[in-house]
């Protein structure tokens, strides 16, 4: 299983002759296997010039129906089931008549529908007018016999404004101008033959009101009246048939231009008018015919309503199957289009890749297929010869994925090279650990990733790209989390604060065992002892003795750092020694002597020394005879003087620097060391340009021998020694390889202090957070406080520790694994493996 | 020639400068006209432009109703979705500079508009026709206005444009002449605020601005000229169209304004170099109109494109309008070609963008 993942599969170019009757069948049938990947054979074709165009276009236009269903569907909220598959397929054409038959039903029932609602908001609009404007009259009419009242009283009523017409209008005029109202009164009633007051009622855009307002009077220049009042709550608009807010108005004019004027005006805004009568009888006659015709209607449009949503709900039933079979049907026609079609057109004739172990399966298919389809001639299916790259296929779980998509998101691997994402699984969750290790921040990290593996059936159908994204990751979080776990233990913190799992602590105070530490004095000069009735250290990771102690930093920078060096060291030896893996793949002898073997010897000589001395120390340093040695500076001086390890100054034989002295020997060792790595150098740089020119040239002149023979022959002779030779990109590729290699490796090991530096800055993050907010919150002793400093303290926790840092320290891991890793071996040029597939087909039209 | 926009032009405007970028990318290259070219129906067109940016606009219509127009408007509305989302990620000046640039499309829609309330045509109608860029609220209520003085009294005072009002605020009638007196006067106006604003912006945008501005400049005085010929328009009043600046300017303006045929316009432009395609094609016949309108396309197209060459400045998204705006004109003039079998003169209508 994990050797499946090690190398991609083995791909083989076949040809398949399809019989026309029996194509179609054929490649749905390969379309459900989902293991071949067609190549196109018409690529200068354009889409509309291939055979089968004219299908991909009906199932276009079928698959448009079918989005105007839904959508249909979904705006009268009616729950599509979901794909039931027990209905009988219908024929493609059958399918077409029918959604065909459906849309014109659908259609004729939607402007029927549209039609009577129109009328029906049309009815309400004019309704909400009556009301309203006729309000406004009845204001008007109170103000009108109240003024008429005090007029009668002083006697001064000319004799024709006594008549009802202008007496309604005029004193509207005067509500008004209140200030100017008998003045006004009596001009109206003597202008009153000439000069009518007429009016135009509607309903108007809340919006556009105010506009429409400053418009009407510009246009009229002052000469109108415009009353408005809002109607609470939302219209339907008669025309767009959307619920919109609306404003009733009365515009009050005098003569026949400012009529036609406030007419157009109208119809530019988009305001609708409605009659109004200004007989009050006939008012009230007009409103019980809107209520006897709106009653009228309501029933017309439930029946229509009913009708349409059974229809509907009849399309939602089999939406799903429809979608998914002309879907199908489709990516079938696609395909179909990529083969190149017979002179006769009695076959076809498909190339493609498919995987060596999914032939039985494709063959299979294709038996099958021509059964059903009762072709009197079978598919006829070959393999090729080629020199052509195959696509890279990797047989991936649910688990495997995501890796390989971090792999894969640097680049697809090479055919049948060594596939980096099998170390990736356990190396970069683990690399992440380094950075993010804290018991307490993994078991959160923990509860979250096991909530995503427990509920992942659950949520796959959740529709939010960045929690798809997380969901996506979940197995990589788990890993992490668990990992985190891990090093936490290691470094014995838990939300910054170390665990006594096993004791406080193996050390005591070497005046006096029993005394605590912060009474230790001698303690504190000259350290502690480890504790004799144990004699060991602490069973596992940090001595919980370490923290708060001035002297904790020092040591556990020391100790990361160095940690951080060799597992930078170990985790670039693997890939140094999988591109052997990869040479003695593909039987490259040369690469494998002239880059592998002076690469790992460089990086031994250097680094793998460095990581030696590390342990050493560790291993041999005791008490009484402690290591002093600085190891920064041995490595410093191994180059500066090489052979002189103690800085002897040959005149006067004095050491300047003796603390680079570890063991004896030492100046004999590094002088071999720093002797290796300078021959390494050209090894890695001359030997295999010129050997490769010189295979070349006598490829050249075996080829002029050769050249009588067949050229089929010549083709095993040797891998790419027919492509186009260039010695210079040859030694440019090589020099820029081996200057890239030398500087990385000191570049790349630098670069490793990074789970270092992310490691201490988390821990003093979490530290800071403990006891800045948190344990100042609970010293103050006040209830609400520790509570509002417990809340900061966990935002504080999860937004920038569990979200931020472990962000980058993904990043960070990322990084560590494409560039300081996968640059050792990794030449990820290949492309990936895409069959045609049913699932892949419908997941992509979300189905 | 940079000058310092290099240190600050990404931190506001990169954003909106990558987006225009990378629609660029989108416009559509000479290998893909003549596929589009070898359409046998308008469906085989949609077919064909499906990968573009237009295949979701035209996903969604149906069969039946693909018809050369609807093709157009479809395509219309991706410019002026791509334009609107840009206009959402500009912030200032660049907000100005692209709400600038639509000024033009309000100006052509006002004259829409009145034009076909002259000749009493459905407001409703007209608003359809309208370039979806150039509307502004209380567009519709153009159709009230007797006379110049009321369109801008009405209307116009509320808009963008009020200030290009102020040359042509005459109490004259609206006929087909003043109308287009007035079209060419906004026009006037318009270019002129336009080119001090981009002035205002200095560097690159400056200098390719005030390139293709007087371009834009050239291009108007010379179909001024051409379309008042042996109309009733006087000397005067045709000078008093041009515009401000241009390489015309104001030699070549001042004779233009005296010129009475064809030839007298051929003559004045040979003696300018930068003219000189322009005059090659006018030789051929008296309806030079579609002709002299694809010369400048062409020439249009050639400065817009360079327009990418350079950086950090504003005509990208001027550049790309105007390129977008001509792929959508090839596109209108395939699908008619197309729609009517008129296949021998595809390739007459088309300027190639790249």
């Not at chain 1, 009328?119 to 204001?139: I, M, R, T, W, Y």
């Not at chain 1, 289009?337 to 190339?351: F, I, P, Q």
């Not at chain 1, 665990?499 to 001698?522: I, W």
């Not at chain 2, 834009?216 to 042996?230: C, F, K, M, Q, V």
Request: charged share 20%; glycine share 6%.
């Amino acid at each position: 299983m994990v050797m499946d993942l090690f190398r991609s599969e083995e791909m083989m170019l076949c040809q398949l002759i399809l019989p026309a009757d029996s194509a179609h069948e054929t490649i749905t049938k390969l379309g459900e296997v989902g293991m071949f990947q067609f190549k196109d054979l018409n690529a200068d074709k354009t889409a509309f010039a291939r055979t089968y165009a004219s299908q991909v276009k009906r199932c276009d236009e079928m698959l448009r129906k079918l989005r105007f269903f839904a959508e249909q569907i979904a705006k009268a909220d009616i729950m599509v089931s979901p794909k039931a598959g027990v209905q009988r397929p219908y024929e493609l054409d059958e399918l077409e008549g029918k959604l065909h038959e459906l849309e014109t039903e659908l259609l004729e029932a939607n402007s029927n529908q549209n039609k009577l609602s129109r009328s029906h908001s049309e009815l309400v609009e004019l309704q909400l007018v009556l009301e309203k404007a006729g309000g406004f009259f009845e204001d008007a009419m109170r103000d009108v016999s109240s003024i008429q009242d005090e007029l009668h009283a002083r006697a001064h009523l000319p004799d024709g404004s006594s008549s009802p017409g202008p007496s309604i209008q005029t004193p509207l005029l005067n509500s008004a101008t209140d200030g100017a109202a008998i003045e006004l009164q009596e001009t109206g009633g003597m202008a009153s033959n000439s000069a009518r007051l007429g009016f135009v009622t509607g309903l108007v855009l809340t919006e556009k009101a105010q506009a429409f307002e400053r418009v009407l009077f510009r246009a009229t220049r002052g000469n109108m009246f415009l009353k408005m009042a809002h109607i609470d709550g939302l219209v339907k608009d008669p025309v767009l048939g959307t619920k919109l807010e609306k404003t009733v108005f009365v515009v009050f004019f005098a003569g026949e231009r400012a009529r036609t004027k406030i007419l157009k005006l109208c119809e530019a805004v988009g305001a609708n008018r409605y009659p109004f009568p200004e007989d009050r009888a006939r008012q009230s006659q007009m409103n019980a015919e809107v209520n006897g015709r709106l009653r009228e209607l309501h029933v017309t449009l439930d029946a229509g309503e009913r009708q349409r949503e059974h229809v509907l709900s009849e399309m939602a039933v089999s939406l799903a199957d429809w979608s998914v079979q002309v879907g199908r049907e489709k990516a079938v026609y696609h395909t179909l289009n990529k083969l190149s079609v017979d002179v006769t057109r009695a076959c076809l004739v498909a190339e493609g890749w498919c995987p060596v172990v999914a032939k039985g399966r494709v063959t299979d298919a294709i038996d099958r297929a021509s059964f059903q389809s009762s072709a009197q001639v079978s598919t006829v299916f070959k393999e090729l010869p080629t020199k052509e790259a195959p696509p890279t296929y990797f047989q991936t779980n649910k688990v495997t994925e995501v890796f390989q998509d971090i792999v894969d998101a640097y680049g697809v691997a090479r055919y049948r090279e060594v596939n980096p994402a099998v170390f990736t699984i356990v190396t970069f969750p683990f690399l992440f650990a380094v950075m993010f290790g804290d018991f307490g921040h993994g078991l959160l990290m923990l509860l979250f990733s096991s909530f995503l593996v427990i509920y992942e059936k659950k949520l796959s159908n959740v529709n939010n790209e960045i929690f798809n994204m997380i969901y996506a990751g979940r197995y990589c979080i788990l890993l992490m989390s668990i990992f985190s776990m891990y090093t936490g233990l290691l470094y014995n913190e838990f939300f910054s604060m170390p665990m006594s799992l096993f004791g406080s602590s193996h050390y005591v105070c070497p005046s006096d065992p029993s005394l605590p530490f912060s009474r230790c004095e001698a303690g504190a000069k000259d350290g502690l002892i480890m504790n004799p009735e144990l004699d060991t250290p602490y069973m596992i990771g940090v001595d919980p003795v370490w923290h708060g102690t001035k002297t904790e930093l020092q040591f556990t920078n020391s100790m990361k750092m160095k940690m951080s060096v060799i597992m930078g060291v170990v985790q670039m030896t693997a890939g140094i020694f999988l591109s052997a893996v990869n040479h003695r793949h593909f039987k490259d002898n040369l690469s494998m002597i002239c880059e592998f073997i002076p690469q790992v010897l460089f990086l031994m000589a250097m680094f793998g020394y460095l990581s030696l001395l590390i342990i050493a120390k560790w291993c041999m340093g005791t008490r009484e005879h402690p290591i002093t040695a600085d190891l920064y500076h041995v490595m410093i001086y191994m180059f500066l003087s090489p052979g002189n390890v103690d800085c002897m100054d040959s005149i006067t034989g004095k050491a300047g620097c003796s603390e680079n002295l570890m063991y004896s020997g030492q100046g004999g060792v590094q002088l071999f060391l720093v002797f290796v790595m300078l021959v390494c150098i050209p090894w890695m740089l001359l030997p295999k340009p010129l050997i490769l020119k010189k295979r070349h040239e006598e490829n050249m002149r075996a080829g002029f021998n050769l050249l009588v023979e067949d050229d089929d022959d010549s083709s095993n002779g040797g891998n790419g020694a027919h492509a186009e030779f260039e010695f210079s990109d040859i030694l440019v590729h090589q020099i820029i390889h081996t200057i890239e290699f030398v500087l990385g490796a000191v570049s790349n090991t630098a670069s490793y202090l990074r789970l270092w530096a992310l490691s201490l800055a988390h821990a003093e993050l979490s530290a800071v957070f403990w006891e800045r907010i948190l344990m100042l919150g609970i010293s103050l002793k006040n209830p609400a406080v520790i509570v509002a400093c417990f809340f900061m303290w966990a935002m504080a926790t999860f937004g920038v520790l569990m979200a931020m840092e472990s962000l980058s320290a993904f990043l960070h891991a990322l990084r560590l694994h494409w560039v300081e890793f996968q640059n050792k071996f990794y030449c990820g040029d290949g492309y990936k493996f895409v069959a045609f597939s049913f699932a892949e087909v419908l997941s992509e039209m979300h189905l | 020639m940079y000058g310092w926009e290099a240190l600050y032009f990404n931190a506001k405007d990169g954003y909106a400068e990558a987006l225009v970028r990378g629609l660029r990318r989108g416009l559509l290259t000479a290998s893909e006209y003549t596929q589009l070219c070898q359409c046998e129906t308008l469906e085989d067109m949609r077919l064909q432009l499906q990968n573009t940016s237009y295949g979701a606009a035209l996903a969604n219509e149906p069969a039946h109703s693909l018809t050369a127009s609807a093709l157009f408007d479809r395509c219309t509305r991706t410019l002026v979705e791509e334009m609107q989302h840009l206009r959402c990620q500009a912030s200032q000046p660049l907000a100005d500079f692209l709400d600038l640039i639509t000024r033009g499309y309000m100006i052509d829609n006002v004259v829409l508009l009145v034009t076909g309330t002259l000749r009493e045509r459905d407001v409703q109608e007209l608003l359809e026709k309208c370039h979806p860029l150039g509307l502004f609220d209380s567009i519709g209520t153009l159709a009230v206005a007797q006379n110049m003085r009321e369109l801008y009294k009405f209307v116009l005072v509320d808009t963008p444009l009020a200030p290009y009002f102020s040359e042509c605020l005459s109490c004259e009638d609206l006929d087909e002449m003043n109308i287009e007196i007035m079209r060419n006067t906004l026009y006037k106006a318009y270019l002129d605020d336009f080119a001090s604003f981009s002035e205002k912006l200095g560097g690159a945008t400056s200098e390719f601005m005030s390139e293709i501005l007087s371009f834009e400049a050239d291009r108007r005085t010379i179909t001024i000229t051409i379309n008042s010929l042996g109309t009733e328009l006087t000397r005067d009043d045709r000078r008093k169209l041009y515009s401000n600046f241009g390489t015309l300017y104001p030699q070549g303006q001042l004779a233009l304004a005296t010129c009475e045929d064809t030839d007298q316009v051929r003559n004045v432009l040979e003696s300018h170099s930068a003219f000189s395609a322009v005059t090659s094609r006018m030789s051929y016949s008296e309806g030079t109109g579609a002709l002299l309108d694809k010369v400048f396309f062409e020439e249009e197209v050639k400065r817009a494109v360079g327009a990418f060459e350079m950086q950090f400045h504003y005509g990208v998204f001027y550049a790309y309008l105007k390129l977008k705006e001509q792929e959508i004109r090839n596109l209108l003039w395939i699908s008619e070609c197309v729609a009517q079998d008129a296949k021998d003169r595809i390739y007459d209508g088309i300027v190639y963008i790249f």
